[in-house]
């Protein structure tokens, strides 16, 4: 798979068909321009009780399933509703956290990228993060789902949290638009993430439209922010008409402090409607 998404030129597609097909994670790409990710079938990940021989970073922690950088006109598309499985369950509960804190792979990552569209894809059971889009310029996600689940229940009971971290849509960048989706997981559904003013493709996370989102999890979020001498920045943000049944908190803003005194922060222009 990344041999083939290496050979990637313009205007390209890779298609995974009909059918489902296993694989590990740290599957990445760099430098795509205008290309096309078609999944009309599965692409399943391998579960956490594969933690051993899941590829590494240089630092030691496991690598995300999918993380493409440093692209410009990326489109993740299906015929009907392709899936990423990232088969979460034996990478959640309290023990494993314990154990391994934080490093646990994200769905999908994409970082330093402009021109970004998701639609009629199915995320399915990620290990950790659904996804994170950070450094990003000009981001619509659309008609697509996320699935958390630890059983069948219809509230977050104290099973249901072991899935905690498992957070939804989280975007640091501007030009955002995320509509006509559904989310059930168990931390932030769709989240604002900050940025610190040291990106390539943004320096503020602004000018965001979210409308028409069924979720239910921690609520539609911004933060967590904290001052910075870069000054962390949000604004322009607008969430409206949406449901949020049996959710955590439904609004939420989370910040930060720092001891620095030349450090500040930006939250401003913030309507939910």
């Known amino acids: 798979i990344n041999a083939t998404l290496a050979a990637l030129q313009p205007h390209d597609t890779l298609l995974v068909p009909d ?31 594969h933690r051993k021989e899941w590829p590494r970073d240089a630092r030691g922690r496991v690598m995300e399933c999918l993380n493409i950088e440093h692209s410009d006109g990326l489109t993740f598309t299906s015929s009907a509703a392709g899936t990423l499985d990232g088969n979460g369950e034996a990478w959640w ?8 804190e934080e490093d646990r792979p994200r769905l999908l990552k994409i970082h330093n990228a402009s021109n ?33 689940h630890r059983t069948n229940a219809t509230t977050h009971d104290i099973v249901e949290l ?5 957070d939804g849509f989280d975007v640091a960048g501007r030009n955002v638009h995320i509509h006509d989706v559904q989310i059930w997981n168990d931390d932030d559904s769709v989240c604002v ?9 943004a320096t503020c996370s602004e000018n965001w439209l979210v409308e028409r989102v069924n979720a239910s999890g921690v609520g539609l979020t911004l933060g967590s922010i904290s001052p910075s001498r870069q000054v962390n920045c949000m ?16 609004i939420y803003i989370k910040t930060l402090t720092s001891d620095d005194p030349q450090s500040s922060g930006i939250i401003e222009d913030i309507l939910y409607e």
Request: charge should be neutral; glycine fraction near 12%; proline fraction near 3%.
């Open 19 to 49: 059918g489902i097909f296993h694989t590990f994670g740290g599957l990445y790409a760099m430098g795509l321009q205008d290309a096309t990710i078609q999944i009309d079938g599965t692409l399943r990940f391998a579960g956490g009780e």
């Open 162 to 166: 072991q899935a905690f971290n498992t």
């Open 93 to 100: 509960g309290a023990i494993q956290y314990l154990v391994h």
């Open 193 to 201: 993430k900050p940025m610190s003013g040291g990106g390539h493709r």
């Open 235 to 250: 604004r322009n943000i607008t969430f409206r008409d949406s449901l949020m049944v049996n959710t955590w908190k439904g």
């Open 116 to 148: 970004i569209l998701v639609e009629k894809i199915f995320f399915k059971q990620p290990p950790y993060w659904t996804t994170l889009f950070d450094d990003v310029d000009g981001v619509t996600i659309r008609h697509s789902n996320i699935s958390v």
